[in-house]
Structure formats: structure tokens, C-alpha cells
């Protein structure tokens, strides 16, 4: 069997958005764009059962509703599975859950961020610790991405490593083992994804002291973030050490 890319569904977006823009799995889908490898998706809140880690050549896991911290029956399985799959090598991505779910899989503590809600486009600052990694090596110190999230990682696993921060978030990005990233910010959302989360949320955000139409406003593409997925993809198809950076900067 050839190994595919895993889409591994972790929750919904709102009803009205999936029927204008699709799901989570369908903008990381086309956020991949021409991927070497199959793409596949399971949705991991009613799957019987995890594919064998020998069937994967990376796995993608998507934002949610849920919080990590209810330790869903569901959830805590996946996160076992997760572990053993970093363990494994196998290529990771977690996006907003799947971050905080890999971190809690690999021993690090998720819980309610104290200064509450982050949303909107935010500037994401690397790490010096990024500049060889062999995903977000070659992106810019600084760059743009979409924050949807209430918790947060407030504890790295042990061994991890802090790839990025915003002024909120301090563990915006981070990698654990060679090839398991995982990122707090959304790179698979569009402008209009972002809107329509800031248009949802508007009441607790007016409730944080923030203006829900300024924020609209300042909504603005993610292009660095986005390439993210693409340079995923084409991680999945090669080992990568610390050294390969430069091989993927600009998404070549």
C-alpha cells in the first residue's frame, strides 16, 4: 500500500460557514493544493478504530470546538495513538486542537488561557529555535496568521521545542521529536473563515472589551502561514532532519 496523508477530524465549524466554505478537513484539503500524496480523512470522534501508523506517510490534525481539557473518551484514544506515532516518526501537524492535543499526548498540560479569548489576525513571531527547522525554517520573523482559541498549551511537553509566540499566545508554534509540529494559529483558514468566526464570537469578544468590527477589519490574508500545509505535504514524502530548511523556504 502506497502511504497516504490522514486528515484526522476533530470537530465541526459552525453550520452556516460549512455551507458556505466547508469543513475544517475540506480547507486543510485545499490549503495542501496539489499534495504528493493521497489525502484521506477520518473523523476520529466516531472511528472504530486508528489506521495502522505503517499505512501514513503524515497526519493532519484539525481545530475544534471541543477543549482538550474534558478529556473526551475519543480524544484521550487519539492522544494515545498520537504518541505513539511521533514515536513512531511519522509526520505530524496538529492545528489549534490537534496542537494542544499532541502536547497533551506528549506529557505537556493544556488548559483555559487566563487573558481568555485570542482571535483575529495576529502577528506570529518566530523563535530563533525555528530558523533550522525543517517546517518553519525561512518563514519571516514575523508574520501573519489566524487565531481562533480559548485554552492553550501553559506547558510544553518535555524535550519540546518553541518554534513561535504571539503577544498572547506564548506557545504559538512548537516541535516535538524530528517531525511532529504543532501550531496554535490556522493556517488552513481564509479571510472569510476568519470573519466568520469573529461575526460567532462577537458577543464574548464585546464582553473581553474588544470591537468585533475593527477586528473584521483588520482581517487580512496568511499567506506565510498558509504555506505551512503545502511544505507539510512535501515533508511527508522525504525524512527531514534539522538541516533541510532551507529546502523548503518560500514553500519550494
Not at 9 to 17: H, I, P, R, S, V
Not at 126 to 139: K, M, N, T, V
Not at 235 to 248: I, V
Request: with cysteine.
Amino acid at each position: 500500500m502506497t502511504p497516504y496523508l490522514l486528515i484526522l477530524k476533530t470537530g465541526d465549524t459552525f453550520a452556516d460557514m460549512a455551507r458556505e466554505l466547508g469543513d475544517f478537513e475540506d480547507w486543510i484539503r485545499r490549503g495542501l493544493q496539489d499534495p504528493p500524496r493521497e489525502v484521506r480523512v477520518l473523523d476520529a470522534r466516531s472511528a472504530s478504530a486508528l489506521p495502522s501508523l505503517d499505512e501514513l506517510a503524515g497526519v493532519l490534525i484539525t481545530g475544534s470546538h471541543h477543549m482538550v481539557s474534558h478529556r473526551a473518551p475519543w480524544s484521550e484514544a487519539l492522544a494515545q495513538w498520537l504518541a505513539q506515532a511521533v514515536r513512531a516518526d511519522v509526520p505530524v501537524l496538529g492545528i489549534c486542537y490537534g496542537h494542544q492535543l499532541l502536547a497533551h499526548a506528549m506529557g505537556g498540560e493544556v488548559d483555559d488561557h487566563p487573558q481568555g479569548l485570542e482571535v483575529g489576525t495576529v502577528p506570529i513571531c518566530l523563535d530563533e529555535q525555528a530558523q533550522d527547522d525543517p517546517l518553519l525554517g525561512g518563514l519571516p520573523v514575523t508574520f501573519l496568521g489566524q487565531m481562533v482559541h480559548q485554552q492553550s498549551v501553559r506547558r510544553l511537553p518535555p524535550g519540546a521545542v518553541r518554534l513561535a509566540h504571539s503577544a498572547h499566545e506564548p506557545h504559538a508554534a512548537f516541535r516535538v521529536g524530528r517531525r511532529a509540529w504543532g501550531v496554535q494559529f490556522h493556517p488552513e483558514f481564509s479571510p472569510a473563515a476568519m470573519c466568520g468566526y469573529i461575526a460567532h464570537l462577537s458577543e464574548e469578544l464585546r464582553h473581553q472589551g474588544a470591537d468585533p468590527q475593527a477586528m473584521r477589519e483588520a482581517v487580512k490574508a496568511t499567506d506565510w502561514a498558509a504555506a505551512l500545509l503545502v511544505r507539510f505535504g512535501r515533508l511527508s514524502c522525504k525524512r527531514a532532519a534539522p538541516g533541510d530548511a532551507a529546502a523548503y523556504a518560500n514553500g519550494r
